[in-house]
Each structure stands twice: as structure tokens, then as C-alpha cells.
């Protein structure tokens, strides 16, 4: 679930469709979502205000938590959105980390009830959020040796994971970036560059600290060079101990698990609005070549890029054959041309002339009687 929503839409639309629907519906769908989340939505006619909901979801960090289960943290948080509606079911169905039970008799007739189902779809966010809760929370209590805390990897999708590293006095998250076009990560070098610049200001002095190089920092010294081959650089992010007290904790692991789908979206606006940028300006040298086009002493107006292609098209079919006339003319001519009084310049100046030496030599005979 790429996005800045953290509720599911489709999860949210079945939920909707079964609560407002007039008549007991069968309900049985498999929904799949972006990071191999899975969704199990079940109601039965037999039971027509209970909804049974399972849910399959990765891990951030597989070397961090209970192999058998979600963490009593992650089940803590899942149960606070809404003690009435929403009911843990154990153990959960095959294959899923969690099953909940959903009674929609104990929703409000109002527009409260449309709130609690958003926060139910957003229960996948919970989890992840969670885990990464946990992990601020408790990374002290994790590998260490002479104060050097190994880095933990996190996965949030396959191809994008990134690093939380604890330090005495705060906690570094660290994002290896990578983009599939060159002029995304000019874009991206050049976003990166400037958040630094912005976020050095004292307007942003509560902010975590953010600092961007191409290499690797000192800290994922270690890590597996296919994690840390990139074209995008390395940003990381220095969280200190305010900003995950309180409810800055929530938004500070949401705005971390977002962070790679903030950057692409920006990278994909910007790339946007330079070919607008583009087209614009295109469209503007249109306009001015069609003015300055005068043909049978009309002028023809010429408007948006595409009609540009077909004038510059028609002109150089001309020129083609034009210069192609020209050449078979040239192949017709089978003598050389001639230019008058040529021939006289060249018998005065273009004929090399013979120098003869003032002094003789003369070979000399050798005799073989002479003494």
C-alpha cells in the first residue's frame, strides 16, 4: 500500500457495500493490494451482521519479531480502533497473520460509523506502523557490541528496503535510493539537494535533520553490496528522542514508511510539469513560424505541436526534391566544365619549371694502374 492513505480503497468500498446494503448479501473475495498484502472478506446470509475479515501481510524486519505471530504491541494497537465493532479472532484462519470479527450492529447510525469502517480499512497500516513503533521503542534492547548498534534492515516492499540504525543520541534511518531513467534520479539528486538546503533553516529546526551523499555512510559498513548498489544516493534521516514521544511517534513511522512512495510521486509531478514546460514553449515557436509563413500573400496559421511536425515534414520533402532534381541534372552532364581563360593561367602558373645547375660535376675515373 504505496500511498498516503492509509486505508485500503477497495477494502473499504466491500466493507461499505455489505453495511448499506438493504437485504443480507453473500459475500466471499479475495483482495490483493501492492506488498503482497492479502484480504479475506467473508459474510454469510445466516449471519447478516457479522463480517469476518483476515489479513496476510510481510514482515518489516524478519529477524525482529515472534516467528509465530503478530507481536501483543501490534494486537494491542489493532484492538484500539474500535473495542465495540471489532474483535480479535484466535487463532486466525490458514495462511493469515490476523482475522477479525466485524459486527456492524454495534456501528452508530451516523456518520461516526463511516469513520470507524475507514479506520478498520486501514488496519494493515496499523500493523506496519506498529511494527515500526516497536522497533523505535525497544531498539536499544538489540544487538550491540562496544556501542556500535547493527543496522536493521527493513522491508517494506522487496525492491525498497531501508535501514533504522540506533545511536546514543538518536536514531538514523537511512534510505538506499534507486530509479530506473536517468532523468529521474537528475530530479531526484537535485530534490534531495534542496530538501537539505531547506531543512538546514532555522524554520525547520524541529524537523529531523535529513543529509543526502552518493556513498554509503560508515553505518551499513557490512551490508550486502546488492543492498547498497544504487544510482540515487543514500538519504538518511537523524530522529531524535521528541520526535517519537507523544503522537509525533504516529506520523514520524508514517512519514518513514512513506518516504519512498513521497519521493517518486514528486519525481513524477515534476518530470510532468517540465513537459508541459516543454510543450508550452514548443507551442509559442509555433505560433511564431506560423506568422512569419507567407505563402500566395496569405499568411497560414499553424497551432500545437503535432501541425508543427507536418510543416516541418512537408519543407524538407521539398528540399528533398528539390536537391534531387538538381542531381540528376548533374549525372546528365558528361563533360567537364569549363571555365574561359582557365587553360592560359595554368600553362603560366600552374606548370612546374626545370632548373638547371651552374656548376658541372665530373665523374672521376678510377685507375687501377696509378700508384
Known amino acids: 500500500m504505496a500511498s498516503f492513505e492509509r486505508a485500503s480503497p477497495a477494502l473499504k468500498e466491500i466493507l461499505l457495500r455489505i453495511y448499506n446494503a438493504e437485504k443480507p448479501i453473500e459475500v466471499d473475495y479475495h483482495l490483493y493490494e501492492f506488498g503482497s498484502v492479502e484480504y479475506h472478506i467473508k459474510s454469510s446470509v445466516s449471519e447478516p451482521q457479522v463480517t469476518y475479515l483476515s489479513i496476510s501481510t510481510p514482515f518489516l524486519s524478519q529477524g525482529v519479531f515472534l516467528s509465530y505471530g503478530l507481536s501483543p504491541f501490534t494486537l494491542k494497537m489493532v484492538r484500539q480502533i474500535s473495542t465495540d465493532v471489532l474483535h480479535i479472532v484466535e487463532p486466525a484462519n490458514d495462511g493469515?497473520?490476523?482475522?477479525?470479527?466485524?459486527?456492524?450492529?454495534?456501528?452508530?447510525?451516523?456518520?461516526?460509523?463511516?469513520?470507524?469502517i475507514t479506520e478498520v480499512s486501514s488496519v494493515q497500516a496499523v500493523i506496519l506502523s506498529s511494527q515500526l513503533k516497536e522497533m523505535l521503542q525497544n531498539?536499544?534492547?538489540?544487538?550491540?557490541?562496544?556501542?556500535?548498534?547493527?543496522?536493521?534492515?527493513?522491508?517494506?516492499?522487496?525492491?525498497?528496503?531501508?535501514?533504522?540504525?540506533?545511536?546514543?543520541?538518536?536514531?538514523?534511518?537511512?534510505?538506499?535510493?534507486?530509479?530506473?531513467?536517468?532523468?529521474?534520479?537528475?530530479?531526484?539528486?537535485?530534490?534531495f539537494q534542496e530538501l537539505m538546503d531547506v531543512v538546514s533553516l532555522k524554520k525547520w529546526a524541529k524537523v529531523p535533520p535529513c543529509n543526502w551523499s552518493p556513498i554509503p555512510p560508515l553505518e551499513l559498513r557490512g551490508e550486502s553490496f546488492e543492498d547498497l548498489s544504487t544510482n540515487g544516493g543514500f538519504v538518511s534521516f537523524d530522529i531524535s528522542s521528541h520526535h517519537v514521544e507523544g503522537k509525533r511517534l504516529d506520523k514520524t513511522v508514517w512519514s518513514l514508511l512513506n518516504f519512498y512512495a513521497y519521493v517518486k510521486h514528486h519525481v513524477k509531478c515534476t518530470r510532468g510539469f517540465i513537459q508541459r514546460r516543454m510543450r508550452r514553449r514548443l507551442d509559442n515557436l509555433v505560433e511564431v513560424l506560423a506568422k512569419s509563413r507567407v505563402e500566395d500573400g496569405q499568411i497560414k496559421k499553424v497551432q500545437g505541436w503535432r501541425k508543427m511536425r507536418k510543416m516541418v515534414g512537408s519543407k524538407s520533402k521539398m528540399i528533398i526534391r528539390r536537391w534531387g532534381d538538381l542531381g540528376k541534372k548533374i549525372k546528365r552532364i558528361r563533360f567537364r566544365i569549363k571555365i574561359h581563360g582557365f587553360a592560359r593561367f595554368r600553362r603560366r602558373w600552374l606548370i612546374v619549371p626545370s632548373f638547371s645547375s651552374s656548376t658541372a660535376y665530373t665523374k672521376l675515373q678510377t685507375n687501377g694502374n696509378n700508384n
Open 139 to 191: 531498539v536499544n534492547s538489540w544487538d550491540s557490541s562496544q556501542g556500535i548498534y547493527k543496522p536493521i534492515k527493513l522491508i517494506y516492499h522487496p525492491k525498497e528496503p531501508f535501514y533504522v540504525i540506533r545511536q546514543p543520541q538518536k536514531i538514523v534511518a537511512v534510505f538506499p535510493m534507486r530509479f530506473k531513467d536517468n532523468s529521474d534520479v537528475i530530479i531526484a539528486t537535485s530534490f
Open 96 to 116: 493469515y497473520q490476523l482475522t477479525l470479527r466485524l459486527d456492524f450492529s454495534k456501528l452508530p447510525h451516523n456518520k461516526e460509523s463511516l469513520k470507524i
